[in-house]
């Protein structure tokens, strides 16, 4: 467990310096979203979500982490909120994949 956490500790620091260079390194930004998602560090993770999207609005999976975040909060109609934004998101670009996953979420939550 430890060593876990030290591992994601490091992760974390490495993507910093990433963003540190190059902020508007998407895949830097949902990396470190995923971490701080994974320590239960959900405000910070939500913060890389929403950056991410200030960066790259079609980020269509940026929507999906982030709903799956508010979930897990116990924030239903904040992550509902999330993933009809990212549905039609997905649908814009053409994600069809992104946008069932989001799709089955949404139903989950609404159920």
Known sequence: MCYVLLMSAERMETLKS??????????????????????GEAELALEQFRTLLQ???NYANAFFMGAQVLQHAQRIPEAIQWLNDGIS???RVGNRHASSEMQSLLEELES
């Open 55 to 57: 960066i790259d609005p």
């Open 89 to 91: 998101c997905a649908d």
């Open 18 to 39: 990433i963003l540190a260079q190059e902020p508007n390194n998407t895949f830097a930004r949902y990396a470190l979203g995923m971490e701080y998602s994974s320590t």
